[in-house]
């Protein structure tokens, strides 16, 4: 099992997952169809099928496309508002795409219908991965646009935390460099955090992806997954797990500079899919 880690937009990750033996492949939150097609041709792989995380625009406004260019591609997905939907899966259901097993994590909070996909093949070595969607990403979590702490907690502890540690994470968006000065703030004396942030911003001088993590050390930096923490219960004041994990995410959407706070009626037109022609890159 092969991931190719595809930068579109402005920070946004989309992935092609091919199964080496037969050259399937498998796209996760098909945002960017030009892009998606150089590498389905530069790979010289079939593509079989869309998993989509959530319905916002900036993950799913490919499908449509897709589906024309290829009669018969599935879409699967846990939101009736995502685009060409073929089949509409559940939190459990497994999926088989050759010798890639698929199990579908219903994580609900940023989106009330946000499913991650957790991905591995029988008898291989290689570790398993995640596909975390806007849930969890390296250093942080996703917004509760549509949804709770209660819910969150829920999704880091019982459904995405109780998963292997070697699990690799491809979250959908590159922001560890500002999740990690977040997390430096909410745990100034953490090493940990001040050896991955460094890590990161190299990563990001040189332009090259801070994906995948690994579970095992989203635990020792990522403050949404340390909520039990000594430290991080003093600085959010609450010891509660889900207080201070709701606490947390009010100050990590204060940490934001104003700059970086979007424009509600730009976040309409990115639904609407207005910016498309302007923002796919070359």
Request: charged content about 30%.
């Amino acid at each position: 099992m092969k991931v190719k880690v595809i930068s579109v937009l402005e920070d946004n990750y989309m992935y092609l997952v091919i199964e080496e033996s037969t050259r399937d492949a498998v796209a996760v939150d098909a945002a960017v169809p030009k892009r998606l097609l150089e590498i389905i041709r530069k790979e010289n792989v079939v593509l079989r099928a869309i998993l989509t995380t959530h319905h916002h625009w900036d993950h799913a406004r490919g499908n449509e496309e897709l589906a024309q260019l290829f009669p018969g591609l599935r879409v699967f997905g846990a939101d009736e508002r995502i685009g060409a939907l073929t089949h509409k899966v559940t939190h459990g259901q497994e999926l088989t795409f050759g010798a890639i097993r698929v199990r579908c994590l219903f994580t609900p909070c940023h989106t009330s219908g946000h499913m991650c996909y957790f991905m591995w093949e029988d008898d291989s070595p290689d570790a398993p991965a995640l596909f975390s969607g806007d849930t969890l990403f390296v250093g942080g979590c996703g917004q509760f646009f549509e949804g709770t702490a209660e819910q969150m907690h829920t999704n880091l502890t019982q459904i995405l935390g109780t998963l292997p540690e070697d699990t690799k994470v491809f979250c959908g968006h590159e922001c560890t460099v500002r999740n990690l000065k977040f997390a430096l703030k909410v745990e100034p004396e953490n090493e940990m955090v001040k050896e991955k942030l460094a890590w990161a911003k190299r990563r990001e001088d040189e332009d090259l992806p801070t994906v995948p993590s690994t579970l095992q050390e989203e635990f020792l930096y990522n403050p949404f997954l340390r909520v039990t923490e000594e430290p991080v219960q003093r600085f959010t004041g609450r010891t509660e797990p889900v207080e201070v994990l709701r606490t947390l995410r009010s100050e990590r959407d204060n940490f934001k500079k104003p700059k970086e706070r979007p424009n509600p009626q730009a976040m309409l037109a990115f639904d609407w899919g207005l910016f498309g022609p302007f923002l796919e890159k070359k």
